[in-house]
Protein backbone atom coordinates (compact mmCIF):
# COMPACT_ATOMS: atom_id res chain seq x y z
CA UNK A 1 0.00 0.00 0.00
CA UNK A 2 1.25 3.23 -0.76
CA UNK A 3 0.59 5.50 2.50
CA UNK A 4 -0.68 9.47 2.32
CA UNK A 5 -1.29 9.07 -1.37
CA UNK A 6 -1.50 11.78 -3.40
CA UNK A 7 -5.58 13.21 -3.96
CA UNK A 8 -7.23 15.73 -6.23
CA UNK A 9 -10.20 17.30 -6.06
CA UNK A 10 -13.26 17.41 -8.76
CA UNK A 11 -12.48 20.70 -10.14
CA UNK A 12 -8.86 19.61 -11.21
CA UNK A 13 -8.47 20.51 -15.13
CA UNK A 14 -7.02 17.04 -16.95
CA UNK A 15 -4.04 18.53 -18.03
CA UNK A 16 -3.53 19.19 -14.38
CA UNK A 17 -4.02 15.94 -13.39
CA UNK A 18 -1.59 14.41 -16.04
CA UNK A 19 1.16 16.43 -14.84
CA UNK A 20 0.84 15.39 -10.75
CA UNK A 21 0.26 11.46 -12.00
CA UNK A 22 3.02 11.90 -14.18
CA UNK A 23 5.70 13.99 -11.85
CA UNK A 24 4.57 10.88 -8.97
CA UNK A 25 4.80 8.31 -11.00
CA UNK A 26 1.17 7.54 -10.12
CA UNK A 27 -1.91 5.47 -11.81
CA UNK A 28 -4.26 6.20 -9.38
CA UNK A 29 -6.13 9.49 -7.65
CA UNK A 30 -8.48 9.66 -4.92
CA UNK A 31 -10.84 12.86 -5.81
CA UNK A 32 -11.42 14.58 -2.46
CA UNK A 33 -14.24 17.15 -1.71
CA UNK A 34 -14.24 20.01 1.20
CA UNK A 35 -12.37 16.40 2.59
CA UNK A 36 -14.77 13.77 1.30
CA UNK A 37 -13.52 10.83 -1.00
CA UNK A 38 -16.18 11.36 -3.93
CA UNK A 39 -14.13 9.52 -6.32
CA UNK A 40 -10.75 8.15 -8.32
CA UNK A 41 -9.48 9.15 -11.11
CA UNK A 42 -7.11 6.82 -12.97
CA UNK A 43 -4.77 7.15 -15.39
CA UNK A 44 -7.09 4.99 -17.80
CA UNK A 45 -9.79 7.93 -17.43
CA UNK A 46 -7.47 10.56 -18.37
CA UNK A 47 -6.44 8.58 -21.31
CA UNK A 48 -9.41 8.14 -22.35
CA UNK A 49 -10.57 11.95 -21.79
CA UNK A 50 -7.51 13.20 -23.53
CA UNK A 51 -8.88 11.81 -26.65
CA UNK A 52 -11.63 13.58 -26.56
CA UNK A 53 -12.14 17.18 -28.25
CA UNK A 54 -12.15 20.03 -26.00
CA UNK A 55 -10.28 17.88 -23.60
CA UNK A 56 -8.82 21.54 -22.27
CA UNK A 57 -12.63 21.86 -20.76
CA UNK A 58 -12.89 18.59 -18.95
CA UNK A 59 -12.37 17.97 -14.99
CA UNK A 60 -11.68 15.51 -13.27
CA UNK A 61 -15.42 15.48 -12.04
CA UNK A 62 -16.65 14.67 -15.92
CA UNK A 63 -14.24 11.61 -15.64
CA UNK A 64 -13.97 10.19 -12.35
CA UNK A 65 -14.98 7.24 -11.02
CA UNK A 66 -17.78 7.55 -8.17
CA UNK A 67 -18.23 5.85 -5.22
CA UNK A 68 -14.57 4.18 -5.58
CA UNK A 69 -13.75 0.45 -3.61
CA UNK A 70 -13.10 1.43 -0.12
CA UNK A 71 -11.88 -0.66 2.79
CA UNK A 72 -10.48 -0.23 6.03
CA UNK A 73 -7.13 -0.17 7.29
CA UNK A 74 -7.11 -3.40 8.72
CA UNK A 75 -8.78 -5.77 5.87
CA UNK A 76 -7.24 -8.79 5.48
CA UNK A 77 -5.37 -8.63 1.86
CA UNK A 78 -6.75 -12.26 0.79
CA UNK A 79 -10.20 -10.19 1.16
CA UNK A 80 -8.96 -6.76 -0.75
CA UNK A 81 -7.12 -8.83 -3.28
CA UNK A 82 -10.10 -11.03 -4.21
CA UNK A 83 -12.90 -8.76 -4.45
CA UNK A 84 -10.43 -6.16 -6.57
CA UNK A 85 -10.39 -9.49 -8.70
CA UNK A 86 -14.50 -10.20 -8.87
CA UNK A 87 -14.94 -6.63 -9.60
CA UNK A 88 -11.66 -5.67 -11.84
CA UNK A 89 -10.44 -2.64 -9.42
CA UNK A 90 -7.36 -1.44 -10.15
CA UNK A 91 -7.46 0.19 -6.75
CA UNK A 92 -8.88 0.12 -3.29
CA UNK A 93 -8.51 3.58 -1.24
CA UNK A 94 -7.74 2.60 2.55
CA UNK A 95 -10.00 4.88 4.72
CA UNK A 96 -9.96 5.27 8.32
CA UNK A 97 -13.33 5.13 10.21
CA UNK A 98 -13.64 9.47 10.26
CA UNK A 99 -13.19 9.17 6.40
CA UNK A 100 -9.85 10.38 6.28
CA UNK A 101 -7.66 8.35 3.34
CA UNK A 102 -4.70 7.24 4.59
CA UNK A 103 -3.28 4.85 1.76
CA UNK A 104 -4.20 3.55 -1.52
CA UNK A 105 -3.44 -0.35 -2.87
CA UNK A 106 -3.33 -1.05 -6.51
CA UNK A 107 -3.57 -4.19 -8.38
CA UNK A 108 0.55 -3.44 -8.98
CA UNK A 109 0.56 -3.98 -5.04
CA UNK A 110 -1.18 -6.95 -5.04
CA UNK A 111 1.45 -8.73 -8.21
CA UNK A 112 4.08 -7.13 -5.62
CA UNK A 113 2.32 -9.16 -2.56
CA UNK A 114 1.99 -12.36 -4.50
CA UNK A 115 5.68 -12.59 -6.27
CA UNK A 116 6.74 -12.35 -2.40
CA UNK A 117 4.62 -14.86 -1.34
CA UNK A 118 5.92 -17.26 -4.22
CA UNK A 119 9.32 -16.43 -3.23
CA UNK A 120 8.15 -16.82 0.50
CA UNK A 121 9.66 -13.62 1.20
CA UNK A 122 6.53 -12.12 2.36
CA UNK A 123 6.08 -10.58 5.81
CA UNK A 124 2.73 -9.04 7.09
CA UNK A 125 3.26 -5.56 8.62
CA UNK A 126 2.74 -6.14 12.62
CA UNK A 127 -0.19 -4.30 14.15
Do not use: W
Amino acid sequence: MSTLPYTTSPQTTIDQAIKVMKEHHIRHLPVEDSGHLVGVVTDGDINLAASFSHVESLLIDDVMTRKPYTIPPHTPIDHVVLTMAEHKYGCAIVKQDNGKIVGIFTANDALRVLGEILQGNFKPLEH
